[in-house]
């Protein structure tokens, strides 16, 4: 499930969260219910056009660019059902995660955790593998146990665990290649208050406190500033919960608040949108070790050219066929960078060092991988194609970008020419007045 969103200022123009993703589709439909995109997706498989389906716009690669048709869910929003007893519900897939949290906070009803952003769709969260942090906590797409899709031909598919093992495992995060979701079916718990605590120290005092900080929180993870070597630490508990204040002398108190869990965790949906991101998720065992290294060459060659910060989180093991996540814990580092800034040489240059951990990319976030290397990656590699192939028999939901993704052979010039002009920025300059972004 894609990401994207539409730009206001044109009907045919869309464009992604940092502006970095633009481009003109012959159409941009916003089908009223199932029956309407089940017609839209049959007539483009009749003619052989590509279907693409957009969310809220928080990626940074082409996922949803086509030439042909975007659509998007933004009619097909709420809460169909729900089950206080059962700790389940039921949302129409162009939710966000904003609404959602609202709706079922008033049914006593609430996600596990969630990531820094609530503006993204459900379903597109759910597609790209969005996370928040915690090392018992799986990504988003952890708790969907169901649903419904407009397959590639047109058709209707309900979906369960108890029925469909398999397909829900591919389905959990499937960049909108099996299938257009239009209800997924949610595994939830009772409602929540949550704490909020952030730290202001430095790498060389807290270095030593990460593994501990991990242990004892409920959410925990940190950002780097590149420029300063300061860090923010976060951490998230109940009320009261997690490592003691006394216990963080190191570390300077900077915000102390409680709250509703849809209300307080995620922080980041007033910041501004233009930046770029890569991000890879590696073993965790390997994390911190990785972690040092990329800091080491931040320091050493890009320090004055990275104007944000690096962020560090912990994901749970999970059983998707695609998840970044799959059969391993997790730390994750993000690399971030402005979006007027260039982006591709850094991240070019760090990247080499997350793959010698046998890092996996983030499916919405910038990295150079294709087909070959992801394979290697994924152990259900092979099972994901075939149900994909099963449901999208004629490659209707493949755009050009995601035949590179997963059907293109290392050396198949069309995959080289896309990743091409993905590097091609134009408009981009340095900038190395700025300092670390706040």
Not at 120 to 146: D, K, R
Request: net charge negative.
């Amino acid at each position: 499930m894609g990401q994207e969103s539409a730009d206001e200022s044109s009907a045919e123009t869309w464009s992604n969260w940092s502006g970095s993703v633009s481009f003109e589709p012959d159409e941009i439909l916003e089908p009223a219910d199932e029956e309407e995109l089940r017609e839209i997706v049959s007539a483009c498989a009749e003619a052989g056009r590509t279907v693409r389906v957009a969310g809220a716009g928080h990626s940074w690669t082409p996922v949803v660019e086509t030439e042909d048709v975007v659509v998007s869910l933004a009619n097909m929003t709420g809460v169909v059902d729900h089950d206080e007893d059962a700790k389940t519900a039921t949302l129409y897939a162009g939710t966000t995660l904003e609404e959602a949290g609202t709706k079922l906070h008033d049914r006593d009803l609430a996600f596990p955790n969630l990531g820094d952003v609530s503006m993204q769709t459900v379903a597109g969260a759910f597609g790209t593998g969005t996370h928040g942090t915690g090392p018992t906590f799986e990504n988003l797409s952890g708790s969907l146990v169901g649903g419904r899709m407009v397959t590639g031909t047109g058709d209707v598919r309900e979906f369960d665990a108890e029925n469909d093992p398999d397909l829900l495992r591919a389905a959990q995060l499937s960049l909108g290649t099996l299938g257009i979701f239009t209800e997924v079916e949610l595994d939830l718990q009772t409602t929540y208050k949550i704490q909020r605590r952030e730290y202001c120290t430095n790498w060389r005092e807290c270095r030593g406190h990460i593994p501990t900080l991990i242990e004892e929180n409920r959410n925990f993870d940190f950002y780097w500033y590149p420029r300063s070597d300061e860090v923010k630490l976060r951490l998230l508990n109940a009320p009261g919960g997690g490592t003691d204040h006394n216990d963080l002398a190191y570390a300077t108190l900077v915000e102390d608040q409680t709250g509703w869990w849809q209300e307080t965790i995620p922080e980041h949906d007033d910041i501004g949108r233009e930046f770029d991101e890569m991000e890879y998720a590696l073993p965790f065992e390997d994390g911190l070790e990785c972690f040092e290294r990329v800091r080491e060459r931040v320091r050493e060659h890009w320090r004055a050219d990275v104007g944000w910060r690096l962020l560090v989180r912990t994901v749970a093991a999970d059983d998707a066929f695609l998840s970044t996540e799959y059969d391993r814990q997790t730390m994750t580092i993000s690399c971030i960078q402005n979006a007027e800034l260039e982006h591709w040489p850094y991240f070019e240059d760090i990247e080499p060092i997350f793959r010698e951990y046998e890092g996996r990319p983030h499916w919405g976030k910038k990295h150079t991988l294709r087909a070959p290397e992801l394979q290697e990656l994924y152990p259900e590699w092979d099972r994901f194609q075939e149900i994909r192939r099963e449901l999208d028999p004629d490659g209707v939901f493949l755009s050009e970008y995601l035949e590179d993704l997963l059907e293109a052979e290392s050396d198949d010039p069309a995959s080289e020419r896309q990743l091409a002009t993905e590097r091609t920025e134009p408009g981009r300059s340095r900038d190395e007045s700025g300092g670390d972004e706040p």
